[in-house]
């Protein structure tokens, strides 16, 4: 299918709109006197821990555990990034540094 000018300036139009309309509403609908109620405050709460918890399984999803030298990489670089988190507090940190060690490992040293 091919797309003219107008239609795929249309399409990124909408999808922009979209995108912006999704990130600025909760703002719009939750300052000033309104707040928001217990549901939300929950999931503010949990969604991080949740989506952390998401993104592990999808990274460790095809670790074979039949071969040791198989899961030793991912092994120290998840270790990396749970020390370095406690110590730092910082999920950008640890995630770069995780994912540092482990191309460092998979393409270096194993």
Do not use: D
């Not at 990489?73 to 482990?102: C, D, F, Q, R």
């Amino acid at each position: 299918m091919t797309l003219n000018a107008t239609q795929a300036l249309a399409i990124i139009g909408l999808v922009a709109l979209s995108t912006v309309l999704t990130r600025f509403l909760p703002f719009a609908l939750f300052s000033g006197k309104r707040k928001a109620g217990k549901y939300v405050h929950y999931l503010g709460k949990m969604l991080p821990y949740a989506s952390i918890g998401l993104l592990v399984v999808y990274c460790l999803r095809g670790v074979e555990f039949g071969n040791a030298a198989n899961i030793v990489p991912e092994m120290i670089a998840v270790l990396s990034v749970v020390i370095l988190h406690y110590w730092k507090e910082n999920a950008l940190l640890s995630m770069g540094v995780g994912t540092a060690v482990y191309m460092v490992l998979i393409n270096v040293v194993f």
